[in-house]
T-cell receptor, first 115, second 110 residues
Framework: KAGVTQTPRYLIKTRGQQVTLSCSPISGHRSVSWYQQTPGQGLQFLFEYFSETQRNKGNFPGRFSGRQFSNSRSEMNVSTLELGDSALYLC??????????????FGPGTRLTVT | QQPVQSPQAVILREGEDAVINCSSSKALYSVHWYRQKHGEAPVFLMILLKGGEQKGHEKISASFNEKKQQSSLYLTASQLSYSGTYFCGTEMNTGNQFYFGTGTSLTVIP
């Protein structure tokens, strides 16, 4: 079974631009979560989608948004990029949403650098 | 609501044992453990549920103290391949959000 895939793997953007990251979950997984990982802050939860509905959102500004499609693929968008948005963005998929005690499978991440 | 892990970092020699702790201030439904090697994505190790059920890696040992809202991961007879950053993740009794802990860097040296 193919794992979680994320595209692109690396991205360089300038301040003020916007970016869209994509995540394809493991086949059959309907839950997708996004995390921001930085050396100082660790893994910070961004949002979770299940069956095209956003179930949870972390403590991030409205510049961060996401969506999930009917095939469970998910995208996240960051508008008006700031230098502090430079991070590794990880996507994880699971059979069931959080609260059901199912393991998450992570993709390789998208490394975003904002200059 | 982010769980706190201790220690932040530990260095071991091959064959030594280590314990990594994860504490939450909220009542927990489950605790998950993941390991992330440098430059790679986190990989699932195990889940511990309220009530004592566990699922995951057969060679990994962990405990969940429901009264204290604490979990401990036990790494025995460590191998070089155990090196990485260990994260606990928690699901609470109320609310659905999943929180990762602060991380513990484990380095095993020959």
């Amino acid at each position: 079974k193919a794992g979680v895939t994320q595209t692109p793997r690396y991205l360089i953007k300038t301040r003020g631009q916007q970016v869209t990251l994509s995540c394809s979950p493991i086949s059959g997984h309907r839950s997708v979560s996004w995390y921001q990982q930085t050396p100082g802050q660790g893994l910070q939860f961004l949002f979770e989608y299940f069956s095209e509905t956003q179930r949870n959102k972390g403590n991030f500004p409205g510049r961060f948004s996401g969506r999930q499609f009917s095939n469970s693929r998910s995208e996240m968008n960051v508008s008006t990029l700031e230098l502090g948005d430079s991070a590794l963005y990880l996507c994880a998929s699971s059979l069931a949403p959080s609260g059901a005690a199912y393991e998450q499978y992570f993709g390789p991440g998208t490394r975003l650098t904002v200059t | 609501q982010q769980p706190v892990q201790s220690p932040q970092a530990v260095i071991l020699r091959e064959g030594e044992d280590a314990v990594i702790n994860c504490s939450s201030s909220k009542a927990l439904y489950s605790v998950h453990w993941y390991r992330q090697k440098h430059g790679e994505a986190p990989v699932f190790l195990m889940i511990l549920l309220k009530g004592g059920e566990q699922k995951g890696h057969e060679k990994i040992s962990a405990s969940f103290n429901e009264k204290k809202q604490q979990s401990s991961l036990y790494l025995t007879a460590s191998q070089l391949s155990y090196s990485g950053t260990y994260f606990c993740g928690t699901e609470m009794n109320t609310g659905n959000q999943f929180y990762f802990g602060t991380g513990t860097s484990l380095t095993v040296i020959p």
